[in-house]
């Protein structure tokens, strides 16, 4: 025995129902939620007998005795109107306008096309009578379409920002003018999340460019708190939070900089691969081949590596001059060094001589275990926790004055290192926020 409940008020009815007449009463449910005055994505089917139901337990998603029932099919017809492009990180993304059509409760004007291939693939064109699908959150999309009487169609040659001849980059269609506002825009927008700016949103980054000029990163870096101040909608409070906000991003991963450029398909977890292999300066000169050469870059990327760093060049040198880069190169020669700790009450704070130690050609670490190189002390005659378990375990210790008269270790690239920014918290931020239209 099932049970279809719909505790919401508004829905009257609540049924029980066997398996065989579940399925059959199925359809007429969906007629019936459909028509409901909000938006429904779907029901949960329960087991009527709760005393068993309770005896089942539960998965790791959902109770055993109920289930959660999403629609997924919800189609309606339409008519293509017209096709929007509009703009997105380096390409130009068709969505249709359609003729209002209401689905689960939503009324749709609005779906996805995707991109310049799947239009071309599937001959749509304004005036065709389409499908529209929703399902749960997803932006509507168009599943089919029919050829309409009147057809026109739905691709563009020109940018509608800049009036140049498109090109196609893979399934995409872009605007290859550089100083094509519009395309500006996106780009510096993708950079500007890349990097960590996230109070700085696109009506913000539009009007910075309007009213202030603003073209590049740099340009935001340079921005003082009149300038923030003179852009409507900024108080005291928010334009501070902003500026703050900038100031923290100066300091900037090399990968990030690199997922900055928006080269396709390197994000930040590929830019970071990359660059512990071969230092931004050696990446943009190297060819296609000693790219290809790395994990993880095919010819591909190698190809649009390349590309980008060469259309990009002047954007990358302003921003080289404009960030503080910290090289994920070192972090991995940092982290190939061996740890040294310290023990005993030092003249010098703990951290002073943590901060030192890569110039001796170590990392420093905050107990001794077997992996430890080396234990500091301030008196090496003198017994505690830390000494007795470097005695036993047989690893070498120095005293404090030997320590600081080793000689530093020249063009080690750890040394270089600048201290973590706040900001590396969410290098793992998922792509797909840069995405969608
Ligand atoms: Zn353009």
Not at 147 to 152: A, Q, T
Request: net charge negative; hydrophobic share 40%; with cysteine.
């Amino acid at each position: 025995m099932g049970e279809l409940t719909r505790s919401t008020a508004g829905w009257p009815s609540r049924c029980s129902a066997t398996r065989r007449e579940l399925a059959e009463y199925f359809p007429d449910l969906t007629a019936r939620i459909e028509a409901l005055p909000y938006p429904t994505d779907g029901v949960v089917i329960k087991l009527a007998d709760r005393e068993y139901a309770a005896t089942l337990g539960n998965t790791a998603h959902h109770p055993r005795g109920e289930i959660a029932f999403k629609f997924t099919n919800i189609r309606r017809t339409s008519v293509l109107r017209k096709v929007v492009w509009s703009f997105g990180k380096n390409c130009l993304t068709p969505v249709a306008e359609i003729d209002p059509v209401e689905i689960g409760g939503v009324t749709i004007t609005h779906a996805t096309l995707h991109n310049v291939q799947n239009v071309l693939d599937r001959d749509i064109h304004v005036g065709d009578t389409v499908e529209v699908e929703r399902a749960g959150d997803v932006i509507p999309y168009i599943v089919h379409s029919r050829p309409g009487e009147n057809r026109f169609p739905a691709v563009i040659d020109r940018c509608p920002c800049c009036d140049t001849l498109l090109v196609r980059r893979g399934p995409e269609l872009a605007c290859p003018n550089p100083e094509c506002s519009e395309t500006r825009l996106q780009n510096l927008l993708a950079a500007v999340r890349n990097i960590g700016i996230e109070r700085l949103g696109e009506p913000t980054l539009r009007k910075m460019m309007e009213v202030l000029g603003v073209r590049t990163l740099k340009d935001i870096f340079a921005l003082n708190r009149g300038d923030i101040l003179s852009l409507e909608g900024f108080k005291d409070k928010s334009a501070e939070n902003l500026l703050a906000e900038i100031a923290k991003a100066r300091v900037v991963n090399d990968y990030q900089l690199l997922a900055a450029l928006n080269v396709p398909h390197i994000g930040l977890n590929v830019a970071r691969l990359i660059l512990r292999e071969m230092p931004l300066a050696e990446l943009r000169n190297a060819d296609e081949s000693a790219l290809s050469g790395i994990a993880g870059v095919g010819p591909e990327r190698a190809k649009a590596l390349v590309r980008v760093l060469r259309e990009q060049s002047d954007f990358l040198d302003e921003l080289l001059n404009a960030v503080r880069l910290r090289e994920s190169r070192a972090d991995a020669a940092l982290a190939a060094l061996p740890t040294v700790c310290f023990t005993g009450k030092m003249p010098e704070k703990r951290s002073f001589y943590e901060a030192l130690a890569p110039r001796k050609g170590f990392r420093a670490a905050d107990a001794v275990t077997g992996e430890l190189a080396l234990l500091v002390a301030a008196d090496v005659n003198a017994s505690g926790g830390k000494l007795n378990k470097a005695r036993s375990a047989g690893i070498r210790i120095m005293a404090l004055e030997d320590f600081l008269a080793l000689p530093d270790v020249e063009d080690n690239g750890a040394a270089a290192a600048v201290p973590e920014p706040e900001t590396e918290k969410k290098e793992d931020r998922p792509e797909q926020l840069f995405l969608g239209i």
